[in-house]
């Protein structure tokens, strides 16, 4: 079993920042790409930002610029640091995580989620 779990959502003002981090616990071998998704009211579930093991990263459009997604291999953790936060940033953030099991089994893991509300 591997777990995932998301901290550092809050409430925020517009131009604000916060800091997400995924700390992965369990029977981990190896972790590959981690990923942040987000999903605001009434709307489906969108890409944010991934980061591969070798840490290269990629951004949806929208946030560009304004978050940076990064890891510590070492921790099994993965952050998201948010700035120049917008209203229509306000979602449940959601980590994933593709990793390989000591039984060499690969999973795909979501985290429950955190709750960032960005006040205007």
């Known amino acids: 079993q591997v777990q995932l779990v998301e901290s550092g959502g809050g409430l925020v003002q517009a131009g604000g920042s916060l800091r997400l981090s995924c700390a992965a616990s369990?029977?981990?071998?190896?972790?590959?790409?981690m990923g942040w998704y987000r999903q605001a009211p009434r709307k489906q579930r969108e890409f944010v930002a991934l980061?591969?093991?070798?840490?290269?990263?990629n951004y949806t459009d929208s946030v560009k610029g304004r978050y940076t997604v990064s890891r510590d291999n070492a921790k099994n953790t993965l952050f998201l640091q948010m700035n120049s936060l917008k209203p229509e940033d306000a979602a449940i953030y959601y980590c994933?995580?593709?990793?390989?099991?000591?039984?060499?089994?690969?999973?795909?893991?979501w985290g429950q989620g955190t709750l960032v509300t960005v006040s205007s």
């Open positions: 994933n995580a593709g990793v390989i099991s000591t039984g060499w089994t690969y999973l795909e893991v």
């Open positions: 369990g029977s981990i071998k190896k972790i590959g790409v």
């Open positions: 980061i591969t093991g070798d840490d290269r990263v």
